[in-house]
């Protein structure tokens, strides 16, 4: 299994990115998916969950600013990510809602003030 995450890079404060997670070797449909980042210094953090029903859960710190979605055909997770804050700057991460896949390098997202 692995699971490539791509789309980060330089932002300005209220900017948007859009993040995707692409699968292989696994077919995601029955999975609840999960994006996750780790900033310098912290721990890695759960930011958004998408259920295998498709019922999005965000975490306090981007509600209202980040959107999970998936595409079954392409096997696929998204992040929208819109007015970006510098404290939004890590590496983001999909995997299982529990984590239960190998990590894979993730993606940077830096969003400079």
């Known amino acids: 299994v692995q699971l490539q995450a791509s789309g980060g890079g330089v932002v300005q404060a209220g900017g948007s990115l859009r993040l995707s997670c692409v699968a292989s070797g696994v077919i995601l449909r029955p999975y609840g998916m999960a994006w996750y980042r780790q900033a310098p210094g912290k721990q890695r953090e759960s930011v958004a969950v998408?259920?295998?029903?498709?019922?999005?859960t965000y975490a306090a710190a981007v509600k209202g600013r980040f959107t999970i979605s998936r595409s079954s055909a392409r096997n696929t997770v998204y992040l929208q990510m819109d007015s970006l804050l510098p404290e939004d700057t890590a590496v983001y991460y999909c995997?299982?809602?529990?984590?239960?896949?190998?990590w894979g390098p993730g993606t940077l997202v830096t969003v400079s003030s």
């Open positions: 998408i259920a295998f029903n498709n019922i999005p």
């Open positions: 995997n299982t809602q529990n984590g239960g896949f190998k």
